[in-house]
């Protein structure tokens, strides 16, 4: 095997896969783009992503998902409907990235991988958007959804042309999100 390749691969689904818990469809939208349009690799877990069915599929998906999103309460009931989503669209995108290896190790490392960047990220925008409804009565609610969406896409694209980046990105992304929870946490035993 060649461990470069692996790395790059799992950086790739990584990233891709935490631009998922932002927007579940924009990703799978930017890799269906790159592959029937770039020949970005895939294997045969992902094949069918670069099919005529499968971009129209998935940009329409896409459009309906960002709309929704601006949707008053719509976009909160996304959020509950959208954490298995994410988890299993970050598994697949980990797993169809990497090279060929044993379905074993593959789907391990796209479960472990994909479904943890995905949830991770989901597990912030869902608490973000929780706060924002309550503190704002919903009305910051667009802003985060621009910015998840922002997000999204951004994540996507860096993902395919600059993977590594991508990753570390994400993983002081996550770092940072893991200390703001640990401060608030400390801050309301303190109150208590």
Same mark, same amino acid.
């Given at each position: 095997?060649?461990?470069?390749? *692996?790395?790059?691969?799992? %950086?790739?689904?990584?990233? !891709?896969?935490?631009? %998922? ?9 930017? !890799? ?33 998902? *960002? ?66 409804? !309550? ?42 999100? *893991? ?14």
């Amino acid at each position: 095997m060649d461990w470069l390749h *692996i790395g790059l691969s799992l %950086c790739t689904g990584i990233a !891709l896969a935490a631009a %998922c818990g932002f927007r579940v469809f924009v990703p799978l939208l930017a !890799l269906s783009i790159a592959v029937r349009f770039f020949s970005f690799p895939v294997n045969h877990v992902l094949s069918w992503v670069g099919s005529d069915a499968a971009f129209i599929a998935l940009l329409s998906a896409a459009v309906v998902e *960002i709309l929704a999103y601006y949707i008053p309460l719509v976009d909160n009931a996304l959020d509950t409907l959208y954490g298995p989503l994410a988890l299993i669209a970050g598994t697949l995108i980990a797993a169809g990235l990497l090279p060929e290896m044993p379905d074993l190790l593959r789907w391990s490392l796209g479960i472990i991988a994909g479904a943890g960047a995905a949830g991770a990220v989901q597990t912030g925008t869902s608490t973000l958007r929780a706060g924002s409804a !309550l503190t704002t009565a919903g009305i910051a609610n667009p802003l985060v959804s621009t910015t998840e969406l922002g997000l999204s896409i951004a994540g996507a694209v860096m993902a395919l042309v600059l993977p590594v980046i991508a990753t570390i990105l994400f993983f002081i992304m996550l770092w940072l999100i *893991i200390r703001a929870a640990r401060r608030r946490a400390h801050r309301t035993r303190r109150a208590s």
